[in-house]
């Protein structure tokens, strides 16, 4: 996968150059940047209480009034990379209960399907060094419906479609505001914002606008390792320039100016208001909620008549003409600026051209301009998702100097075997919403994409989970916060191999540093998850939820074709970085011909037909295995479990292994001496196929995946087999039914469902494996396509067909997807992932926005789940890449969902 992406070092672009000096160290160019999470309120990190609900300990209502104790949210802010100062929107519409700082949702136990935001907002742009960035936020001028929201939800049951924003009125006769919010660096530490608020009615408004800046508590706790001790300070230093000075241990020479003078200036202190929260009388008068009580409640001695604290907001109150804006700047920079406001709009104006060059160099030219449009937006919400991310489990769990002593309950509770991890970073984040804490399979995909426009960045992160302060002494990886101990897929090696192929620079430094960490990961796979030493796997629900007729991870006899197949693909690519290594390291032969020789025992064990293996030569297909006894059940599930043994595929080419004579020795000997092993290795032209599924079984699985009733979505690969919508899998009184939205049971909270809707993360990596055999097949492997058509095409055209279904989820219909439109019963011009939501097709201010969800409808492409998860699924922005590239390989070839003057389909013509 993405062997031809030039190095991004090989372009010399402005944002190349800054990218360059920030990765030498001459200028850092990320110390500001949008880390600043959507949501900090009820993390595990905040929730010290007796039972570990974090939903209920720290509430959304709470937020506005209790200070945090790990971190920081805002609405569309930024901060530095200790988020020791932060900026972020704030506002108010004259009507809402309370001042809007942050984005609301529903809880996990609120929600009919888990936790769910319901705002709305894009990113828009974004520059890798954050030298440029815009995004938007939505505001009604109706009052908020926080309480519609919740109440409407509880009535709402698995079965009912969740109850969201587009559903209520308050964006009826665009009645609201669209708050644009842009960041651009005049220098690496000189940051100028820009918000433009514009009325979108008809009808002058009046809009209370205060951009709060802020110190994150470090003072309170008791810890010196926090950096700041000692309480910070922010005054006004001259009205009539708007200009503040900081007092801060770390940040002491930074100022800010509001270069539009507001009518006042507000301050307090980011401190809990103990009377509001428990009850109990403050010490100061001052406290977090100050501004809240101030312009909402009228309470003009909330603030510091004194003008200083550790919060300040300078105060606008204007009323818009309608379909008018108002434009709101300010400068947060290093040292004194006599003149701050002085070429201002210049800088933007440079900077967005900067970023329109850059990203000219990055995505291919034979895009479709609205192909480019989206996969600009893809890599926006990728960048804009990177957040601070502290947390230290130790100090967690024993409570801080300063604040009493958490209950007993929590030394037996969560997270308590992770006493060594320690995490201050900025990490790209799955949704700073949804999913503000990292998982690390997620990251691993998200990786991909960042690796085509900062290299950098991806290769630090994924070194970062394989330190010491993130990974257990055991060698495992830590999964997400809410169970450290989770078990994730081990996709860390192909990331490491995928950047390192991406990047270009031929990095074996951090090529060698991965995989020395990652054969310690595999090690604990080995010892953990190998319970009977036959090389069959267990891993429990392994990332995939529901995806089965129980909760995999209560489960302890069972044999799983997903983590075989997960340790098969483990072993495929640590063989192939060894290999790679190999050719300048000849030490690392030996452990290559380990892991040729582990990986070929697990297509051997996976495959065995003496009852225990997990291939169904009746079906043709892989299912999980229940042991109970001495007897061996079939869970006959035809879902991605299945799907994934496709994934485990290798083709090691004969020139390279010339080159490394004691791995050819060795291979050579298991090849003459182990004819049960050898019978898995194909020879064909000068290359060496190892793989879970060889050629018959390939066209089996395939005759599956490429039938649209059962695989085959018109939107990409489904989860699920759509058979079994008509077939349910039943055991005992479970049973498990394609499902194509989303789920209809509890099991893991109920906000995810892997029983038939569509996930980026694995339609990537089974479009890789496709191509993968390609390499190796050539032309000669040809299927029919779809399933039963007549139409016999290669793979790797059934490759980027299934591409450009998946990337035709965002985009608008038009003429040149009439069958999609059939397909999916979508209106002419809509984009899939917005469901039948009009308003993004029929208003202005609305047709060009796009929403990266989790995962999307089986049937409709409509986007689900979380709606910003544009960590993983920014894989959009590589399929998008690879199609530009294949229309440049294959020109002559048209892209597939059209129809031909007599109605009949092909595939290309």
């Given at each position: 996968?993405?062997a031809?992406?030039p190095?991004?070092?090989d ?9 360059a ?27 010290y209480?007796r ?7 720290f ?5 506005r009034s ?12 930024i901060?530095?990379r200790?988020c020791?100062?932060c900026f972020a929107?704030?506002m108010?519409n004259?009507k809402d209960p309370?001042?809007k700082?942050r984005?609301f949702?529903v809880?996990g136990?609120?929600g ?7 705002e709305?907002y894009?990113?828009l ?14 505001y009604?001028?109706?009052?908020y ?9 509880s ?9 969201e924003?587009?559903?209520t009125d308050?964006?009826?006769s665009?009645?609201?505001?669209d708050?644009?919010?842009e ?21 002058p ?6 951009p ?6 470090t003072?309170?706790?008791?810890y ?5 001790t000692?309480k910070?300070?922010?005054w006004?230093?001259d009205?009539?320039k708007?200009?503040l ?14 270069l539009d003078l507001?009518?006042e200036?507000?301050f307090t ?8 929260i ?7 008068p001052y406290?977090k ?12 001695d909330a603030v ?11 105060y606008?109150?204007?009323?818009v ?6 434009v709101f700047?300010?400068r947060?920079?290093?040292g004194?600026?006599?003149k ?9 104006e440079?900077?967005?051209q ?6 000219a ?8 301009p609205?192909?480019v449009?989206v996969?600009?937006q893809a890599?926006a919400?990728?960048?804009w ?13 024993e409570g801080?100097?300063?604040m ?5 309950e ?13 995490n201050?970073d900025?990490?790209?984040m ?7 804490w990292?998982?690390s399979?997620?990251l691993a ?12 960045f ?12 993130f990974m257990?002494?055991s ?5 997400y916060e809410?169970?450290?101990s ?6 860390h ?13 031929r990095d ?5 540093r991965?995989f020395?960490k990652l054969v310690i990961?595999?090690?604990w796979w080995?010892n953990?998850k190998d319970?009977?030493?036959k090389?069959?796997f267990?891993?429990?629900?392994l990332?995939?939820d529901?995806?089965?007729?129980f ?9 799983q074709?997903?983590a075989?197949?997960w ?5 495929a690519?640590?063989l ?9 390291l000849?030490?690392?032969?030996d ?13 051997h ?6 009852g225990?293996?997990?291939?169904d ?10 042991k109970?006894g ?5 869970l ?10 496709l ?5 090691l080419?004969m ?25 898995h ?7 060496y196929?190892?793989?879970v599924a060889?050629?018959e079984?390939l066209?089996?699985i395939l ?10 979505s018109?939107?990409?690969i489904r989860?699920?087999?759509?058979f079994?919508?008509l077939e349910?899998f039943?055991?005992?009184d479970?049973?498990?039914?394609y499902t194509p939205?989303?789920a ?9 469902n ?19 055999y390609?390499?190796?097949?050539g032309?000669?492997?040809?299927i029919?396509f779809p399933?039963r058509?007549g139409?016999?095409t290669n793979?790797?055209d059934?490759a980027?067909d299934?591409?450009s ?12 997807h009439?069958e999609?439109?059939?397909c999916?019963k979508l209106?002419?011009g809509?984009r899939?992932?917005?469901g ?7 208003n202005?201010h609305?047709k ?5 969800y989790?995962?999307f409808h ?9 709606p ?8 959009a922005?590589?399929?998008f ?28 013509r």
């Amino acid at each position: 996968m993405a062997a031809d992406i030039p190095s991004i070092f090989d372009s010399d672009t402005a944002e190349h150059r800054r990218l360059a000096e920030h990765a030498k160290r001459m200028k850092d160019w990320k110390f500001w940047g949008p880390y600043l999470s959507e949501r900090q309120w009820a993390t595990v990190r905040e929730d010290y209480s007796r039972d570990g609900e974090a939903w209920n300990y720290f509430t959304h209502d709470q937020a506005r009034s209790r200070a945090y104790r790990w971190g920081e949210d805002g609405l569309l802010g930024i901060t530095d990379r200790d988020c020791n100062v932060c900026f972020a929107l704030a506002m108010w519409n004259g009507k809402d209960p309370i001042l809007k700082e942050r984005l609301f949702g529903v809880t996990g136990k609120q929600g009919n399907h888990g936790e769910d935001v319901k705002e709305l907002y894009y990113y828009l742009d974004a520059t890798p060094t954050h030298t440029y960035m815009k995004a938007l936020y939505k505001y009604p001028m109706k009052e908020y419906p926080y309480e519609e929201f919740v109440n409407v939800n509880s009535f709402r049951t698995a079965l009912d479609p969740e109850y969201e924003i587009l559903d209520t009125d308050i964006f009826d006769s665009n009645m609201y505001y669209d708050v644009f919010v842009e960041y651009a660096k005049s220098g690496y530490m000189d940051v100028l914002a820009k918000i433009t608020i514009w009325n979108r009615s008809d009808e002058p408004s009046q809009i209370h606008f205060l951009p709060n800046i802020w110190f994150r508590n470090t003072w309170t706790w008791g810890y010196r390792h926090e950096g700041c001790t000692s309480k910070p300070l922010l005054w006004l230093a001259d009205k009539e320039k708007g200009e503040l000075k900081f007092q801060h241990d770390t940040r002491s020479q930074f100022e800010f100016y509001a270069l539009d003078l507001p009518e006042e200036w507000l301050f307090t202190d980011n401190e809990t208001n103990t009377e509001v929260i428990w009850g109990v009388k403050n010490d100061e008068p001052y406290k977090k909620d100050a501004f809240h009580r101030y312009v909402v409640k009228g309470e003009k001695d909330a603030v510091n008549p004194e003008m200083r604290g550790t919060k300040a907001a300078p105060y606008y109150c204007r009323v818009v003409a309608g379909g008018d804006c108002v434009v709101f700047r300010f400068r947060l920079t290093r040292g004194y600026i006599e003149k701050p406001e002085e070429g201002f709009e210049e800088v933007f104006e440079k900077r967005k051209q900067e970023a329109d060059e850059f990203y000219a160099s990055v995505i291919p030219n034979t895009l479709k301009p609205e192909e480019v449009a989206v996969t600009r937006q893809a890599y926006a919400g990728l960048l804009w998702s990177k957040q601070f991310y502290h947390y230290s489990v130790k100090n967690w769990l024993e409570g801080d100097p300063n604040m009493p002593e958490p209950p007993a309950e929590r030394l037996k509770g969560r997270n308590i075997d992770w006493e060594h991890l320690f995490n201050k970073d900025i990490i790209s984040m799955p949704d700073k919403w949804e999913y503000p804490w990292y998982a690390s399979w997620d990251l691993a995909f998200h990786m991909i994409p960042l690796a085509t426009i900062d290299p950098q960045f991806s290769k630090q992160q994924l070194i970062l989970f394989l330190r010491e302060w993130f990974m257990h002494p055991s060698g495992m990886i830590p999964a997400y916060e809410w169970d450290l101990s989770s078990v994730n897929p081990p996709v860390h090696a192909w990331a490491c191999w995928n950047v390192y192929k991406i990047d270009g620079s031929r990095d074996r430094d951090f090529l060698l540093r991965a995989f020395n960490k990652l054969v310690i990961n595999f090690t604990w796979w080995v010892n953990r998850k190998d319970a009977s030493g036959k090389h069959i796997f267990t891993g429990g629900f392994l990332g995939l939820d529901n995806i089965s007729v129980f909760d995999r991870n209560l489960v302890k006899d069972l044999e799983q074709a997903d983590a075989t197949s997960w340790m098969a693909f483990f072993c495929a690519h640590m063989l192939t970085i060894s290999m790679e290594l190999a050719k300048e390291l000849p030490a690392m032969e030996d452990i290559a011909s380990k892991f040729f020789e582990h990986f070929v025992a697990i297509i051997h064990a996976i495959n065995t037909f003496d009852g225990t293996g997990l291939w169904d030569e009746q079906d043709g297909f892989f299912y999980d295995q229940l042991k109970v006894g001495t007897e061996r059940f079939p869970l006959r599930i035809r879902s991605i479990v299945g799907l994934l043994p496709l994934t485990a595929v290798s083709v090691l080419d004969m020139r390279t292994i010339s080159m490394l004579p004691g791995f050819k020795k060795r291979m050579e000997w298991v090849i003459k001496n182990r004819p049960w092993l050898s019978r898995h290795i194909e020879e064909r032209d000068g290359k060496y196929l190892l793989s879970v599924a060889n050629e018959e079984k390939l066209k089996r699985i395939l005759n599956y995946v490429l039938d649209p009733d059962e695989f085959l979505s018109p939107f990409g690969i489904r989860s699920l087999s759509k058979f079994h919508e008509l077939e349910p899998f039943r055991w005992c009184d479970m049973d498990v039914k394609y499902t194509p939205g989303e789920a209809e049971n509890g099991m893991f909270g109920g906000n995810s469902n892997w029983r038939g809707p569509i996930w980026f993360p694995i339609n990537f990596l089974l479009i890789e494996s496709i191509r993968n055999y390609y390499t190796f097949f050539g032309d000669s492997f040809r299927i029919e396509f779809p399933s039963r058509s007549g139409t016999v095409t290669n793979l790797i055209d059934v490759a980027e067909d299934i591409s450009s279904r998946c990337v035709s989820i965002f985009l608008p219909h038009s003429e040149n997807h009439l069958e999609l439109l059939e397909c999916s019963k979508l209106e002419y011009g809509m984009r899939p992932c917005h469901g039948d939501y009009k308003i993004y097709r029929d208003n202005p201010h609305f047709k060009d926005l796009v929403l990266f969800y989790e995962y999307f409808h089986g049937d409709t492409g409509k986007g689900l789940g979380a709606p910003h998860q544009t960590g993983w699924t920014a894989l959009a922005a590589m399929q998008f890449q690879e199609i530009g590239r294949y229309v440049r390989s294959f020109p002559t070839k048209r892209r597939m969902h059209t129809v031909n003057p007599k109605g009949r389909r092909d595939v290309f013509r």
